[in-house]
């Protein structure tokens, strides 16, 4: 393992410790070696965003519900700001978080349950009782994008996330179980999610198939006449760009440690899992997409057993699993939103593509500076911080420390599983394509295995029927009027839970947390 991609040992424990200063040459040569990384994996997925953005924005005409919001807001015709209903949202919310956060700082005034509250209590009895984490939310940005959604995604996202629960309940009540010595078990949710999510990227490019062929084209034949004068970039140079960047990316595992046969492997199904995010994002636009229930680590090693892969390999892939363990803040969704926005206000796509890039080194360079000043001034072991990052830096090592303690096997049940998800996302694209009254949405199957849902199928419940009242009684018109309350929702939501939270650090005391649990 090379010790240029860590700290020096006279840099921990002060990073522990706290109210010490930043030792940045003991840090010069991991940060420059891992914003490089960083940088590269970021224009990988902007090059991919390129190749497919006329595809989704301008031939599918994707909702990318997250971005009607900053449209609404700077409509050059002005009405979002002077409309009543918009305020009368955006008061709403800022009512229900305040009444919350007081009663957080003061706890004999009563609060609204905006938050998760478990369900999971009330049933108690077998097979009941299988149902697991059941949480009911009333967020109010949630509820706000939920409405935006079309019916058939914002129905399957809640109604699949329930037969998920059930599928838990029919597996105790049949004693379905695993066997001993078994890897996973029944109903194999986290592998239904890994087959989603494979599928949908599959069906995304099935669909594209067209277009890609005119991309392919447009690198390899001077002569073709497909256009790319104003995408992000050209596509011979998002093509060349992706290969060059992922090729620079396996160099790294390598370096570390990693064969480039699992590096490849690894770094291409996080790639994957980065594109299907990024279009659930456009069709669902939930608060937030966490990755599948097995992330790209795990859905590597367990299908065909950890035994399979050496210690170096394990203890490599360790050290890359900080940006696939939690993928709800995957930047790849972002850059497709930002060129969904430039399209919708007439503007030239390379001139976001400087700014999304400036974007990336200033994000880069904030970060690191952001996370070590925090960690040397209170400590990272210490009881000022959150414990939940320390654990999530930890987390990776502590898995591939069972890995090669307990080996594990083939697991056949799981890779039947992950096909069944696939296979299933197919049937319900196909069942969509081929009848136009078919109510379920793949998107809404694939988010459900996830964790995304746990927080969200509830507002995604109540933003449905909203909707679906509004416009069997208003029609589309009654649901015109109405979208500028639900955008105020969400508004106010974030407004007041920033001014709160921002609140919290000058005074330097815990606030109420809005958002998400």
Not at 133 to 139: G, L, N, R, S
Request: aromatic fraction near 16%.
């Amino acid at each position: 393992m090379p010790t240029t991609i860590l700290p020096k040992l006279s840099a921990i424990e002060g990073f522990y410790k706290g109210n010490e200063r930043i030792p940045w040459a003991a840090w010069t040569s991991p940060i420059i070696l891992w914003s490089g990384f960083l940088f590269t994996m970021l224009f990988c997925m902007l090059c991919i965003n390129t190749i497919l953005r006329k595809q989704w924005v301008e031939r599918e005409r994707l909702q990318f519900p997250i971005v009607q919001l900053p449209l609404e807001m700077t409509d050059e015709r002005g009405g979002f700001f002077k409309n009543r209903l918009m305020w009368a949202g955006f008061f709403a919310a800022v009512a229900l978080e305040t009444v919350n956060s007081l009663s957080f700082l003061f706890p004999n005034i009563p609060q609204f349950q905006l938050r998760a509250n478990d369900l999971a209590g009330m049933f108690s009895t077998h097979p009941w009782n299988a149902i697991g984490y059941f949480p009911t939310t009333f967020y109010p940005l949630t509820i706000g994008l939920g409405f935006v959604l079309s019916t058939d995604v914002s129905f399957s996202c809640w109604f699949f996330y329930l037969i998920a629960k059930l599928e838990n309940v029919f597996a105790s009540a049949v004693g379905w179980t695993g066997g001993a010595g078994a890897i996973s078990a029944p109903p194999y949710l986290a592998q239904q999610s890994v087959g989603g999510f494979l599928g949908i990227v599959i069906v995304v490019t099935y669909l594209a198939r067209a277009h890609l062929r005119e991309v392919y084209a447009k690198v390899f034949k001077p002569q073709s006449e497909l256009d790319d004068s104003d995408e992000p970039m050209s596509y011979k140079t998002a093509f060349y760009g992706l290969i060059a960047g992922f090729a620079v990316m396996v160099a790294f595992c390598v370096y570390v440690g990693v064969s480039p046969l699992v590096a490849c492997a690894y770094l291409g199904l996080y790639m994957v899992f980065a594109t299907a995010i990024s279009r659930l994002r456009a069709e669902a636009g939930p608060a937030w997409v966490m990755g599948p229930g097995w992330d790209a680590m795990d859905s590597l090693v367990r299908p065909i057993g950890s035994s399979m892969f050496s210690h170096g390999n394990l203890v490599g892939l360790a050290y890359f699993h900080w940006f696939s363990i939690e993928m709800r803040c995957c930047p790849m969704p972002v850059q497709a939103e930002a060129m969904k926005m430039a399209q919708a206000k007439q503007i030239r796509q390379r001139v976001m593509t400087v700014m999304v890039i400036i974007a990336i080194v200033a994000g880069i360079a904030v970060g690191f500076w952001a996370c070590l000043a925090v960690w040397y001034k209170f400590g990272a072991g210490s009881a000022k911080v959150e414990p939940w990052r320390t654990g999530m830096g930890r987390a990776p090592f502590d898995r591939i420390a069972g890995y090669i303690a307990n080996p594990t096997r083939m697991d056949v049940p799981g890779m039947m599983a992950i096909l069944f998800g696939m296979g299933f996302t197919f049937l319900l694209s196909l069942l969509r394509s081929r009848f136009v009254w078919f109510p379920f949405h793949p998107a809404g199957y694939v988010l459900a295995n996830t964790g995304t849902m746990y927080w969200l199928w509830c507002p995604f419940l109540v933003a449905w029927t909203c909707k679906v009242l509004i416009i069997r009684y208003g029609g589309i018109k009654g649901y015109r009027t109405a979208l500028p309350f639900f955008l105020g929702l969400v508004l106010g939501d974030y407004t007041i839970s920033s001014l709160w939270a921002l609140a919290g650090s000058l005074l330097g005391i815990r606030m109420y947390r809005c958002f998400p649990c």
